[in-house]
């Protein structure tokens, strides 16, 4: 007989950053300093990030959804045209394709890694194809050397959605610069933290130029030091431009987060195996599989599968989980079966059977830097006594 299973007094959330005195002292510097928006200290996280992903070229946004907006922008996408995108995302990735007038066109996934499939991109490409938005699942890369052979074979680009990839490697390269251009997210359940916050990263000068104007009110030179001493106010706008600079605030929080970010990322590799191994006796609940290609797991995410054999359905486990004082995500519902795109593309909706198995089964459990061994064992007891209760 099992032990009897005792619920915790506090709530375990599912995601949490980790901010500690180093990053508040920072922040507090920042605003003692007199420079409180894009300056200095975003010229210094932008120059660390190069760094740490090798890039020619980065850009520091308010967002990686701005980022998205104005890097599909940059890439000269046009009303109708097409861009192939994994269904398993978050929506930004489609509805700042959606938001310019083109068509997201979504695609299978491999269900037990859930990462975009490559076959099915080259099935979808069509003569109004423009490029492909994968996103890097998890923590995992996508499969970029079959991607980027689809992409020259029909001359389209690659937008790599890296918002979950600071620290993923593909077969030894960071994620970032397979193709035209990428974007990281720095959203506070990213693997690290701006508060806000995304990035862009590139090879090509020409490209970076366009997007620093795209980024700051179409201004052509960086003009963040036009009220500094040695600036000069006067500025010319060459195109209409968004307000998506990166904050000194937020730049104060990324140059520690960014510096820690590989002690991080062990730590949640250290968690997600301490979960592998614990599920591996909990047939009802499928483990995440990595994929088969060499790469480097940042274990973004713990996505559970709830199978059916667990007599319930994964709404029912969410909320038995809550019960029992465990916060979950969803990552993600498929995006073609959000209202917006079910009602735009209706027959998208039921002909990828894969990834609406997958978005009806999948539950991110609690995993951060922070979380302790037992906190994984006390979720993986909890997930035992839901099940229990559903065969009652
Ligand atoms: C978080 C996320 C985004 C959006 O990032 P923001 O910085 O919040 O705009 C885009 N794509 C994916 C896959 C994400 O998980």
């Not at 990686?64 to 995108?85: C, F, R, S, Y």
């Not at 996103?135 to 959605?161: N, Q, T, Y």
């Not at 997600?272 to 480097?296: K, M, Q, S």
Request: net charge negative.
């Amino acid at each position: 007989m099992a032990k009897a299973f005792v619920k915790r007094d506090t709530f375990l959330p599912f995601s949490r950053p980790t901010i500690r005195q180093v990053e508040i002292d920072e922040v507090v510097d920042t605003l003692r300093s007199g420079w409180i928006t894009t300056g200095p200290k975003a010229e210094r996280f932008e120059k660390d990030f190069a760094a740490y992903v090798g890039a020619p070229e980065v850009l520091a946004v308010s967002s990686a959804t701005g980022g998205l907006h104005i890097g599909l922008m940059a890439l000269g996408l046009k009303p109708g045209d097409e861009v192939i995108i994994t269904p398993m995302t978050w929506a930004a990735t489609s509805n700042m394709v959606e938001a310019l007038g083109g068509k997201s066109v979504f695609v299978e996934i491999d269900p037990d890694t859930l990462q975009i499939d490559p076959a099915a991109i080259e099935a979808a490409v069509t003569e109004r194809t423009v490029g492909i938005l994968p996103v890097h699942f998890g923590g995992a890369p996508c499969d970029m050397d079959a991607l980027g052979e689809i992409a020259r074979k029909h001359s389209l680009w690659i937008f790599e959605d890296a918002a979950h990839g600071v620290g993923t490697l593909y077969k030894g390269r960071h994620v970032g610069l397979f193709d035209r251009l990428a974007v990281f997210s720095f959203h506070p359940i990213k693997n690290m933290t701006t508060g806000e916050g995304g990035m862009l990263t590139l090879n090509d000068s020409d490209l970076a130029r366009k997007l620093r104007a795209l980024r700051f009110h179409g201004l052509e030179k960086q003009a963040w030091n036009r009220y500094a001493e040695g600036g000069t106010p006067q500025v010319e706008i060459v195109l209409p431009g968004f307000k998506y600079n990166f904050m000194d605030i937020q730049a104060a929080l990324g140059i520690h987060q960014l510096a820690s970010v590989d002690e991080f990322n062990a730590r949640r590799r250290e968690l997600a195996f301490l979960y592998l191994e614990l599920f591996a006796e909990v047939p009802e609940i499928g483990r995440p599989a990595a994929p088969a290609y060499d790469h480097f797991h940042t274990w973004h995410l713990y996505v559970a599968k709830v199978l059916d054999s667990a007599g319930m359905t994964r709404d029912q486990f969410m909320t038995a989980l809550r019960q029992r004082n465990v916060g979950t995500g969803l990552h993600f519902r498929a995006v073609h079966t959000q209202p917006y795109y079910a009602q735009k593309y209706p027959d998208v909706v039921g002909s990828l059977p894969k990834a609406e198995w997958a978005s009806d089964r999948i539950c991110s459990l609690p995993l951060f830097p922070d979380m302790t061994e037992d906190d994984v064992r006390y979720v993986v007891d909890a997930v035992k006594d839901v099940l229990v209760h559903a065969k009652d």
